[in-house]
């Protein structure tokens, strides 16, 4: 089943920062974060594994909150090229052969 | 350098015809997929294979066909069959089911 991210799209002024959910109605073994610029394929941002980590580089960080079975995305201080569209990827066991679940993503548009 | 390639970028076709999308890695990946994107929506697997020679099904596989004789290469053909084929196609790679996807730039495909 797919994961629901929230908000759907959100607008920014320049250095506002953000958070973007992505929640499971399925107990989840990790979640993958990807941005993707129109027309372009998506990029890896982070992944998480199941145990409740927080990971980040820069001002990009996620967490993920096993007993909700939910990741959250925060952007701090965000940039221009923060914009687009963030999707996460939810993995529900690790056999090793499972795949990725995409949520419909989240628009972020940031500006001057 | 390593990367997925897809060709070509922009596919027109007529109503009826079969067409066959490329995706090509040199990532030594062991698993492949493909994903289908509709305007403001998430992604959406159509096929996907942990090893050469064996492929699975994802959620929209109908209307589609894919082989996958060489590790490297994991062709998609949307047939006639498929009723609403005009979409952006995206493959990705990973080393194992479940692992990091890294996604070649996608074939933007019209049908007319």
């Known amino acids: 089943q797919q994961p629901v991210q929230s908000p759907q799209a959100v607008i920014l002024r320049e250095g506002e920062d953000a958070v973007i959910n992505c929640s499971s109605s399925?107990?989840?073994?990790?979640v993958h974060w990807y941005r993707q610029k129109h027309g372009e394929a998506p990029i890896f941002l982070m992944i998480?594994?199941?145990?409740?980590e927080q990971k980040g580089h820069d001002k990009i960080s996620a967490s993920f909150n096993e007993k909700k079975q939910q990741s959250s995305l925060y952007l701090t201080a965000s940039q221009l090229s923060y914009s687009g569209t963030y999707f996460c990827?939810?993995?529900?066991?690790?056999?090793?052969?499972?795949?990725?679940?995409f949520g419909t993503g989240t628009r972020l548009t940031i500006i001057p | 350098d390593g990367g997925i390639t897809q060709s070509p970028k922009y596919l027109f076709r007529k109503e009826g015809q079969n067409v066959t999308l490329s995706c090509e890695q040199n990532?030594?990946?062991?698993?492949m997929y493909w994903y289908r994107q509709d305007p403001g929506q998430g992604l959406r697997l159509i096929y996907y294979?942990?090893?050469?020679?064996?492929?699975q099904k994802g959620d929209i596989a109908e209307g589609y066909s894919v082989s996958r004789e060489k590790k490297e290469s994991f062709p998609l053909t949307v047939t006639s069959a498929q009723k609403n084929p005009t979409a952006f196609y995206l493959c990705?790679?990973?080393?194992?089911?479940?692992?990091?996807?890294?996604f070649g730039p996608g074939t933007r495909l019209t049908v007319l």
């Open positions: 990705a790679s990973s080393g194992q089911g479940g692992d990091t996807q890294y």
């Open positions: 399925k107990a989840l073994y990790s």
């Open positions: 998480l594994l199941k145990g409740g």
């Open positions: 990827g939810t993995e529900v066991s690790n056999f090793g052969n499972e795949k990725l679940t």
């Open positions: 990532l030594n990946h062991d698993a």
């Open positions: 294979s942990q090893i050469v020679n064996d492929f």
